[in-house]
């Protein structure tokens, strides 16, 4: 059995929006003095509870190393975005929390990705369409 062509046209169009939508969050990212992945940890970081988030859960949630969130949050620390308090439950544990100013940087930054992927929302949107159409019409191959 082969996959439906128009599947391609879906699979490619959200892709196409998908890259665009990362080329600018790259570039304003950039311009704001940070990463993609900074930007990424410090989302996440936002949406723990208050007391903030483990090194390790940092690690997974952005899929890396420990080793390498430690740099990571390292970085943030020495920009003055998050900053690494004790555990109130566990005094050896370390939690990471966003400062101030993080939450402005994450703000600003938030609210430009919300309008540029709002701008993509069409082509976002007619791509998962045609392929849920597709799906229904069991023209997706399935496996497993």
Known sequence: ????????????????????????????????????????????IRTYPPEGIMIKELADQLLIQHHGAVQLVD???????????????????????????????LEDLATHHIQELLRHEPLLAESLRRLRQLDRQKKIVRTG
């Open 75 to 105: 970085r943030l620390a020495n920009a003055g975005l998050v900053q690494r308090q004790r555990s109130p439950n566990d005094g050896r544990s370390v939690l990471i929390v966003i400062t101030e100013t993080g939450e402005g940087l």
């Open 1 to 44: 059995m082969s996959i439906d062509p128009r599947i391609y046209d879906g699979l490619a169009g959200f892709r196409y929006a998908l890259r665009q939508f990362m080329a600018y969050s790259e570039a304003l990212t950039a311009d704001a003095g940070v990463t993609a992945q900074q930007y990424h940890a410090l989302l996440i």
